[in-house]
């Protein structure tokens, strides 16, 4: 099973602040199939970006990914007030899929 | 637009059972696989398993083959997650969320179903 960490916790920004949240993975995923969602309060979660750089459809550009081996990466270029969020990296490159812990996003 | 329709919050004794219905819109049920993810209240999400809606093909994590079963009706577009033998660890929300193949991000989700299994 590919565990995956994301770390810190909880991070803290203003907004108009740049974001990097990271992820890191036990091993190899294949194919680079690693998302980022996106969740707020008594919401589902929302698909941001997939293939680790992906944007899916309808999210801002503002949001983007990247990977470096197993170390992904993801950017908010600029955030806005309704970026303040839980963010949640998922492999699915291999069963069982798997998500990190989550980042908290919130205002400093 | 893509739809999933989740049925209401259950409330169920330790021991139960529970069966959570996602009914989807929008797009073509059998054309897609149909994921189970369950969030504990305040913790991360933890996936549970697909089935194929063409085919009735699942897989299942390991942590929930003999008490999970997932099952589809294509003739309403619609997909069950019955989840048996029920604990208070089971209390959690319940998702759906659609993907295009088998190896494939969770592009929609459905609202969640809150069950709360509790003596």
């Known amino acids: 099973e590919i565990v995956l960490t994301q770390s810190p916790g909880t991070l803290s920004f203003s907004p108009g602040e740049r974001a990097t949240l990271s992820c890191r993975a036990s091993?190899?995923?294949?194919?680079?199939?690693l998302a980022w969602y996106q969740q707020r309060p008594g919401q589902a979660p929302r698909l941001l970006i997939y293939?680790?750089?992906g944007r899916a459809a309808g999210i801002p550009d503002r949001f983007s990914g990247s990977e470096s081996g197993t170390d992904f990466t993801l950017t908010i270029s600029r955030l806005e007030p309704e970026d303040f969020a839980v963010y949640y990296c998922h492999q699915y490159g291999s069963s069982p899929f798997t998500f990190g812990p989550g980042t908290k996003v919130d205002i400093k | 637009q893509v739809q999933l329709v989740q049925s209401g919050a259950e409330v169920k004794r330790p021991g139960a059972s529970v069966k959570v219905s996602c009914k989807v819109s929008g797009y073509i049920f059998s054309g897609y696989y149909m994921n189970w993810v369950r969030q504990v209240p305040g913790q991360g999400l933890e996936w549970m398993g697909w089935?194929?809606?063409?085919?009735?093909?699942?897989n299942y994590a390991q942590k929930f083959q003999g008490g999970v079963t997932m099952t589809r009706d294509t003739s309403i577009s619609t997909a069950y997650m019955e989840l048996s033998r029920l604990t208070s660890g089971d209390t959690a929300v319940y998702y759906c969320?659609?993907?295009?193949?088998?190896?494939?991000?969770?592009?929609?989700w459905g609202p969640g179903t809150m069950v709360t299994v509790s003596s």
């Open positions: 969320a659609i993907a295009d193949y088998s190896l494939d991000a969770f592009h929609f």
């Open positions: 089935i194929n809606p063409n085919s009735g093909d699942t």
């Open positions: 091993q190899s995923i294949t194919s680079n199939y």
């Open positions: 293939a680790a750089s």
